[in-house]
């Protein structure tokens, strides 16, 4: 395989038809880090293809569960060899820390686990008790057929592999479309697959630009389910061009997630440490490129000033630099468009009254951090309230808003008040209210007195805008197979509903 050929249809690795290329640039530096194949329509279609005869005259989809299994879990020990190289690649092509890129790996490693013991610990299918000794009634799944997978470019290898390893486990085929901005460690991880053995045209890899290869994966006739992770824009379009064919579809799309904190979490040192050092985590690991960044600080009025004072004192602190460089902590934005981008928000704020505590700008470039990379600093804006731009759209940088309640209900009204409901958190020190508030939060994930972990045996996805499925746990494994309702009669007879 060269450097161009990036494209996988069929078993067989190839440049795209047209000879069109992309280069990939590192976002530390703006170098380029690799030149890929740019896939078109022909491209698209020879993978859906190739995914389509390999699910209705392949051998995969009645593959025994065992033997699939078994390739799950040889995938995930090759991801552990590689695990330095591809921690090495996401961190290049993404701008996260290496130290990210080994908890992807490990993340991603847990999720081939998870689907192979999930599907090997099914009994088959569930007996139904049809009221009648002489009928036996069975409940099974099946694959659902061609599942196409559109990705983002902030967790590439780990949102790839959250559709790849159940849709694999279930017996289904697949194209993917990694995020034309961060395409390398799922160019990486279908070489996995290959070495695991997967079936030429079980697998396939389209690299290429959200027009035309994700669209055409969306409307494709041929795909039977299409799953699409990224921002709301594009979700919206892939349901649009989904519909007329009448495919499954399921998205995870945006978040502008609360982090509530009630003066209570804050009452001993101790307490006021970790809220602190969480809401630093949960807003700017990754420069705040994380879906469920906790973006919007919904803090108790009796505590702000202190805690935006210790918030904003640490936040100067984040090491900016090279996501390669030891002793960096958080590396640059993906791209020039996402600084632009950030750079606006911030603007926006400030024009609309916001107050500035830390960051606003681009950090001196240094020996880690060359100047033609798209570093930002972390900014606090304190002073925001629900009608800014800066805290009702997803910003995706690493800006915090700090907007303050005074009891509970108002903080429940805060957080609830988006047109997304991907995540949350709720910080107190009173047991009964923190389930209390997180009952009433209308987000698909809330975390009590932490932020950000998830775990492969449970549901992943959002309320309102934020999307229609999940991902991981049973109902991930769900959404990539049919179920099938067997009736059988073991004494058949007329039915004599006609007389004549
Ligand atoms: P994006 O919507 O720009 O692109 C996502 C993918 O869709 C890319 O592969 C892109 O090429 C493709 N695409 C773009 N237009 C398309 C179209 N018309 N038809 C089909 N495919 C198209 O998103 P992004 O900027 O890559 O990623 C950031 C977004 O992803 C954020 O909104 C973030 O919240 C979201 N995200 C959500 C989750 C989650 O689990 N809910 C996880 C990670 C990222």
Same mark, same amino acid.
Request: charge should be negative; aromatic fraction near 6%.
């Given at each position: 395989?060269?450097?161009?050929?990036?494209?996988h249809?069929d078993?067989?690795w190839?440049?795209?038809t047209?000879g069109?290329t992309?280069?990939?640039?590192n976002?530390?530096d703006?170098?380029?880090?690799?030149t890929v194949?740019?896939g078109?329509?022909?491209?698209t279609?020879?993978?859906?293809?190739?995914?389509?005869?390999?699910?209705?005259?392949?051998?995969?989809?009645g593959?025994p569960?065992?033997?699939?299994?078994a390739?799950l879990?040889? %995938?995930?020990?090759?991801?552990?060899?590689?695990?330095?190289?591809?921690?090495l690649?996401?961190?290049?092509?993404?701008?996260?820390?290496?130290e990210?890129?080994?908890?992807d790996v490990?993340?991603?490693t847990?999720?081939?686990?998870?689907?192979?013991?999930?599907?090997m610990?099914? *009994?088959?299918?569930?007996?139904?008790?049809? !009221?009648?000794?002489?009928v036996?009634?069975?409940?099974?799944?099946?694959?659902?057929?061609v599942?196409?997978?559109i990705?983002?470019w902030n967790?590439?290898?780990?949102?790839?592999?959250?559709?790849?390893?159940?849709?694999?486990?279930? #017996?289904?085929t697949?194209?993917?479309?990694?995020?034309?901005v961060t395409?390398?460690?799922?160019?990486h991880?279908?070489?996995?697959?290959? /070495?695991a !053995?997967?079936?030429?045209? %079980?697998?396939?890899?389209?690299?290429?630009?959200?027009?035309?290869?994700?669209a055409?994966?969306a /409307?494709?006739?041929d795909?039977?389910?299409?799953?699409?992770?990224? #921002?709301?824009?594009?979700?919206?379009?892939v349901?649009?061009?989904?519909?007329?064919?009448v495919?499954k579809?399921?998205?995870e799309?945006?978040?502008?997630?609360?982090?509530?904190?009630?003066?209570?979490?804050?009452?001993?040192? /101790?307490?006021?440490?970790t809220?602190?050092?969480q809401a630093?985590?949960a807003?700017?690991?990754?420069s705040g490129?994380?879906?469920?960044a906790?973006a919007?600080?919904?803090?108790?009025?009796?505590?702000?000033?202190?805690?935006?004072?210790e918030?904003?004192?640490?936040?100067?602190r984040?090491k900016?630099g090279?996501?390669t460089?030891?002793?960096?902590?958080?590396g640059?934005?993906?791209?020039?468009?996402q600084?632009d981008?950030?750079?606006?928000?911030v603007?926006s704020?400030?024009?609309?009254?916001?107050?500035?505590?830390?960051g606003?700008k681009?950090?001196?470039? *240094?020996?880690v951090?060359?100047?033609?990379?798209?570093?930002?600093e972390?900014?606090v804006?304190?002073?925001?309230?629900?009608?800014?731009?800066?805290?009702?759209?997803?910003?995706?940088?690493?800006?915090?808003t700090?907007?303050?309640?005074?009891?509970?209900d108002g903080?429940?009204?805060?957080?609830?008040?988006?047109?997304?409901g991907?995540a949350?958190?709720?910080? *107190?020190?009173?047991?009964?209210?923190?389930?209390?508030?997180?009952?009433?939060?209308?987000?698909?994930?809330?975390?009590?007195?932490?932020?950000?972990?998830?775990?492969p045996?449970? /549901?992943w996805g959002?309320?309102?805008?934020?999307?229609?499925g999940?991902?991981?746990?049973?109902?991930?494994?769900?959404?990539?197979?049919?179920?099938k309702?067997?009736?059988?009669?073991?004494?058949?007879?007329?039915?004599?509903?006609?007389?004549?």
């Amino acid at each position: 395989m060269s450097g161009l050929e990036t494209i996988h249809v069929d078993g067989v690795w190839r440049a795209a038809t047209a000879g069109d290329t992309r280069d990939v640039l590192n976002p530390a530096d703006a170098s380029v880090l690799a030149t890929v194949a740019e896939g078109g329509t022909e491209d698209t279609d020879a993978a859906v293809a190739a995914a389509r005869r390999a699910f209705d005259s392949g051998e995969w989809p009645g593959t025994p569960t065992a033997e699939r299994a078994a390739l799950l879990r040889r %995938v995930a020990d090759l991801l552990q060899r590689d695990r330095e190289e591809i921690a090495l690649i996401e961190s290049r092509d993404t701008g996260k820390t290496v130290e990210e890129g080994r908890y992807d790996v490990d993340d991603v490693t847990s999720a081939f686990r998870y689907f192979a013991d999930l599907v090997m610990n099914e *009994s088959g299918g569930r007996v139904v008790d049809a !009221g009648d000794a002489d009928v036996h009634s069975v409940v099974v799944h099946e694959p659902v057929g061609v599942c196409a997978m559109i990705a983002p470019w902030n967790y590439p290898l780990l949102q790839a592999s959250w559709k790849i390893a159940p849709a694999l486990a279930a #017996g289904n085929t697949f194209v993917v479309k990694p995020s034309e901005v961060t395409p390398l460690s799922t160019v990486h991880l279908m070489r996995l697959l290959v /070495e695991a !053995g997967l079936p030429a045209g %079980v697998g396939n890899v389209v690299t290429g630009a959200g027009m035309p290869v994700g669209a055409r994966l969306a /409307e494709h006739p041929d795909v039977d389910l299409v799953s699409f992770t990224g #921002g709301l824009i594009s979700g919206v379009k892939v349901a649009e061009a989904a519909a007329p064919s009448v495919k499954k579809v399921a998205l995870e799309l945006g978040g502008k997630n609360p982090n509530v904190v009630f003066a209570d979490a804050c009452a001993t040192e /101790e307490g006021f440490d970790t809220a602190v050092d969480q809401a630093l985590n949960a807003a700017f690991i990754h420069s705040g490129q994380v879906c469920s960044a906790g973006a919007r600080l919904i803090v108790e009025e009796s505590v702000r000033e202190r805690f935006v004072t210790e918030l904003a004192r640490r936040a100067e602190r984040i090491k900016l630099g090279r996501g390669t460089e030891k002793g960096v902590e958080c590396g640059p934005l993906v791209s020039q468009q996402q600084l632009d981008k950030t750079e606006d928000y911030v603007a926006s704020a400030l024009a609309e009254g916001a107050t500035l505590r830390c960051g606003g700008k681009r950090p001196e470039p *240094s020996d880690v951090r060359p100047a033609s990379g798209y570093f930002y600093e972390p900014t606090v804006l304190d002073n925001c309230h629900r009608g800014m731009r800066v805290v009702r759209e997803e910003t995706f940088g690493p800006i915090l808003t700090v907007e303050t309640f005074t009891d509970e209900d108002g903080a429940v009204e805060l957080a609830n008040d988006t047109e997304y409901g991907l995540a949350g958190a709720v910080f *107190s020190g009173d047991t009964a209210r923190a389930r209390r508030v997180a009952a009433r939060l209308r987000h698909g994930t809330i975390w009590i007195n932490d932020y950000h972990p998830y775990l492969p045996q449970a /549901e992943w996805g959002g309320f309102g805008k934020s999307g229609v499925g999940r991902e991981l746990g049973l109902t991930g494994l769900d959404e990539y197979r049919e179920t099938k309702h067997v009736y059988e009669n073991l004494r058949p007879s007329p039915v004599r509903w006609f007389a004549g």
